[in-house]
């Protein structure tokens, strides 16, 4: 008999522990099918974004770390504890590439519609891309025109961009973490988890959610 597993992951596309929990949750997930294929896990991207007060246009990405931080010695120790536990999950992180800090309402509301329309899988995709364009390629996605290249290399439909980029422009109201933050995990609307969470612990939240599944029946 097949088991359903719900899981709700708060992010937001400027944050790179999102992109880093995001690989130990997909590490988490593998692991789960070997132990109990029957599984179903079912992902939900709920968006928050960080930064709501940035402008449209962006900030420069240098300027905005270095005031945030107090000093340019925080920001290379932030930066080197980042790229340790990224490259942990093999993922290269270049902050000396990034000129910008986005706005990313108009990234979230994008990914949001893209969501209405494409299977989970497609809009995973474009996450994907999203987090690709933005740490490693440098893009501004916090752009109408960046977030439309992406989604045509990311091969959704003209008619479907189009009509996204047609709608009026509603301020993004980002998803309601209880003050945790991100990145923040429910599973199954009931057991939460937050912060820097290792493979091993988002796997053992799901083999406890299975539990009380169980003992619910």
């Given at each position: ?19 880093i ?17 029957d ?14 007060h ?8 240098d ?24 490259k ?5 992180i270049?902050?000396?590439?990034i ?10 509301h ?14 995973e ?39 996204i ?7 993004f ?45």
């Open positions: 008999m097949t088991r359903k597993m719900n899981i709700e992951v708060f992010f937001d596309f400027i944050c790179p522990w999102c992109l929990g995001k690989r130990h949750l997909q590490t988490a997930i593998q692991k789960l099918k070997q132990s109990d294929p599984v179903v896990v079912n992902i939900q991207w709920r968006g928050v974004q960080l930064l709501p940035i402008p449209l246009v962006g900030v420069p990405f300027a905005f770390y270095l005031q945030r931080l107090g000093s340019s010695t925080a920001v290379r120790m932030r930066q080197t504890q980042v790229r340790q536990a990224a942990a999950v093999n993922v290269d270049d902050f000396d590439r000129r910008r800090m986005p706005n990313t309402a108009m990234a979230h994008f990914f949001a519609n893209i969501s209405k329309v494409y299977h989970s899988d497609q809009s995709r474009f996450l994907d891309a999203l987090f690709t364009a933005y740490f490693h390629h440098s893009e501004n996605i916090g752009e109408l025109a960046t977030l439309q290249k992406i989604a045509m290399y990311c091969g959704f439909a003209d008619e479907v961009v189009e009509g980029l047609a709608k009026p422009f509603v301020p109201i980002s998803a309601d973490t209880g003050g945790k933050g991100v990145r923040y995990f429910v599973f199954d609307g009931s057991f939460a988890m937050a912060g820097a969470q290792p493979a091993s612990a988002l796997y053992q939240a799901m083999l406890e959610t299975l539990q009380t599944q169980g003992q619910m029946v």
